[in-house]
């Protein structure tokens, strides 16, 4: 199945365009030759890329060109394979996870991705027609399906005949054409896109705010350390050994994990925190990196995100090798997370697991953004990189921290067919009045107090939770239309449906729950992401001042909420330390070449068979807490919802009342956005792990697909 949007959605086309009449390509042992798909061009015959004027721009405030002389030196123009070529990879990719097929985990090198890429003859035809306008060519990538170039604002505005303007989005400083590029008609076949903004994908954290604690209806606080998490989600077996094949210790050992940045951290920071909570006895290595030679970053507002990334993917795989993958942000108009990405796939690397914790509007940027990045992250899972992407943190709406206004939301980065899409949850405990079932009354030595599993809920700190409006003895419709500013609008767990991408095979399964859409959903599974709203959040390390940090001295409360937050972020690098430890588990089963690509089929593939058992689905609610089944390989979150406020009278809004309404699906029974239920949700997908039985279940030389009993 062809897997990315085609630029007719962008052009007005119904969805239904998009979703049918799409096939595979025959199976063969090399692609097709690359057919030059360009002739003559003729550069006063000029085609638009309508997709290509940012979806966000519809929100913004112009505040007029930029000066003519204003250097944009890095520009990505995005190349598109011959149809043929294109889907011979889909079905390369589809058959790699095939454990019948001939190309089963026979991964490709980033040397051999060069054979699926566009004709050289037409690269060359592009690369002249961007010389012709006065631009500069830096670097075609090695894979042949992208052009780095730059010039003047002037330069740049009259080859795509366009202007390029300064805007304001949510008080934020931006830049971006105004209208859809130009390109030369000849140039169509071979050109995807270009990128001429930078709405680009924000850092997914949510610190704990002196005003959220504040309203916090409970005194004592439960927050996650890494024992907390490695006793709730039963990682303790692998780390000791008691489940592994051979006795051997699990930590993720021999196996590299790439955090994909554009900031650098403290090493000191990571360190702290490995000692504090007493992962430094492990054997795990932290190593920052600028790969394919990027520009280093230094140390901007990211920090955060970036230091809590390596602590957490250490903090579940504490052996593990961690590469910090760090790359500049060149201004305006280069997304470091992407440029990390790019030189990594496409110049080789020993990480066999990745993880992204950006997220935005899948919209918002154009469709040149989309179609590089689902472009590199498919030659990832193409080379057998297992690839997590954090869902986001504002529930099911476009709109960060506040009342929704512009619809349902779903996370650009995380919605491909080519990696897992973690989402977010909440514990359920402080809200039932049982916290003293789950956590002991002090702190062992290195932070952990947790006594079990504990249940669990979509994260959602706002009034469209139903457990805060039930706590509030109401509904949510009533309660957002009486209070809709409680708590946190626009934070918690993000999940819905994709607009532009169809349902990807391993997602057409019979698990309770899965929507009958024809559209990729997310997230695929979710961990603990809250914030504090119910007196649980996780801590970190950040004590750069400068960047908004503080000591990393959990004894004292100000360092404390100083090193406080949660979000998706969270949850997508310590499910890329738990694929560490699927893979050194597979080299201990004496499996040579453990990469497993996209984990998702895998993860779809036992959760068919859990949810397809009525003891897997009764046994492993959980609603049930401690005394849930010991033999689950996913929790099923089945209460609550990942719901938003919304302003009365907008897109997908219903209600209000005198207040806000609540986001809802008119396409989906039931209609509001989104309910936990048995089996799938787009609230919290397949559930939370056992983190054991999921290592345990999923050895490849196995091939097991069952429920533990």
């Known amino acids: 199945m062809v897997s990315f949007f085609r630029r007719s959605i962008w052009a007005g086309l119904p969805l239904a365009a998009l979703l049918s009449g799409v096939g595979a390509a025959a199976a063969s042992a090399a692609p097709p030759a690359a057919t030059p798909m360009v002739s003559q061009v003729d550069d006063a015959t000029v085609a638009a890329l309508p997709g290509d004027r940012p979806a966000a721009l519809n929100l913004a405030s112009d505040m007029g060109a930029l000066p003519a002389a204003s250097a944009l030196p890095e520009i990505r123009l995005e190349l598109q394979r011959p149809p043929a070529l294109q889907a011979a990879l889909d079905h390369l990719v589809d058959e790699q996870q095939d454990a019948t097929s001939p190309e089963y985990h026979h991964w490709l090198t980033p040397a051999e991705l060069r054979a699926y890429g566009p004709a050289q003859a037409d690269i060359n035809q592009v690369t002249a027609w961007l010389t012709r306008q006065g631009l500069t060519v830096n670097s075609v990538s090695r894979s042949g399906m992208e052009i780095d170039f730059g010039g003047s604002a002037a330069a740049v505005g009259n080859a795509f005949h366009t202007e390029m303007h300064a805007v304001n989005l949510r008080g934020e400083a931006h830049v971006s054409n105004i209208s859809a590029p130009m390109v030369p008609a000849a140039l169509l076949p071979v050109v995807a896109g270009v990128t001429l903004n930078d709405f680009f994908p924000k850092p997914m954290v949510q610190r704990v705010t002196p005003s959220l604690t504040a309203s916090t209806p409970y005194g004592k606080y439960y927050a996650v350390t890494p024992g907390d998490f490695a006793t709730i989600y039963n990682v303790n077996p692998l780390f000791n050994g008691s489940a592994s094949p051979n006795g051997m210790p699990i930590t993720g050992a021999g196996v590299t994990v790439a955090l994909l940045e554009q900031t650098q951290i403290l090493p000191a920071d990571v360190a702290t925190f490995r000692t504090t909570f007493g992962l430094s006895g492990y054997a795990g290595t932290l190593t920052q990196v600028n790969p394919g030679g990027c520009k280093p970053p230094g140390f901007n507002g990211a920090e955060g995100e970036a230091a809590l990334d390596a602590e957490w993917a250490g903090a579940t795989a504490p052996g ?146 139903k457990v805060v409006a039930l706590l509030e003895e109401t509904t949510p419709a009533a309660f957002c239309a009486a209070d809709p500013t409680f708590g946190q609008a626009g934070v918690g767990g993000s999940g819905s449906q994709s607009d532009f991408f169809t349902k990807p095979k391993w997602q057409l399964t019979t698990i309770p729950g899965m929507p009958d859409d024809s559209r990729r959903d997310q997230p695929d599974v979710s961990l603990f992401a809250a914030n504090g709203l119910f007196a649980h959040f996780y801590l970190l ?54 990469q497993s690509g996209n984990l998702a089929p895998l993860l779809y593939k036992l959760a068919a068979a859990q949810y397809a058992d009525k003891l ?68 919290a997908g397949l559930g939370t792990v056992n983190v054991t039985n999921l290592v345990i279940s999923g050895v490849q030389s196995s091939e097991r697909g069952y429920w533990r009993q």
């Open 320 to 465: 593990a090798t961690l590469l910090e993958a760090e790359c500049k942000a060149v201004p305006p108009l280069y997304f470091g997370v992407e440029t990390a990405l790019q030189n990594l796939v496409e110049g080789g690397t020993t990480a066999t697991v990745f993880s992204i914790s950006y997220g935005g509007d899948e919209g918002q940027g154009g469709y040149a953004f989309e179609a590089g990045w689902v472009n590199l992250v498919e030659e990832a899972a193409a080379e057998g990189i297992a690839v997590f992407v954090s869902t986001g943190d504002s529930g099911v709406s476009t709109s960060e921290g506040g009342i929704a206004s512009d619809g349902l939301f779903v996370n650009g980065l995380s919605d491909t067919h080519y990696n897992t899409a973690v989402g977010g949850t909440d514990f359920l405990d402080t809200a039932l009045g049982e916290a003293s079932k789950y956590w002991k009354t002090k702190n062992s030595a290195t932070g952990e107090s947790a006594l079990s599993y504990i249940p669990e809920m979509p994260w959602n700190n706002s009034c469209a939770s």
């Open 541 to 594: 390390c950040m004590s750069d001042k400068k960047e908004g940090g503080a000591p990393c001295d959990y004894s004292k409360t100000k360092d404390l909420f100083g090193n406080a937050a949660g979000g998706t972020s969270f949850a997508s690098p310590a499910f890329a330390g738990i694929a560490a430890l699927l893979q050194q588990t597979d080299m201990i089963e004496g499996i040579k070449t453990p």
């Open 616 to 683: 897997g689905v009764d046994s492993c609610n959980s609603l049930l807490g401690n005394q849930v089944s010991s033999g689950c390989t996913f929790y099923n979150v089945t209460y609550s919802n990942n719901a938003e406020p919304c302003v009365k009278g907008t897109v997908d809004c219903i209600g209000g009342g005198a207040g806000a309404g609540i986001l809802y699906n008119k396409a989906l029974t039931p209609k509001s956005a989104y309910p936990a239920q048995t089996g799938y949700s787009l609230a």
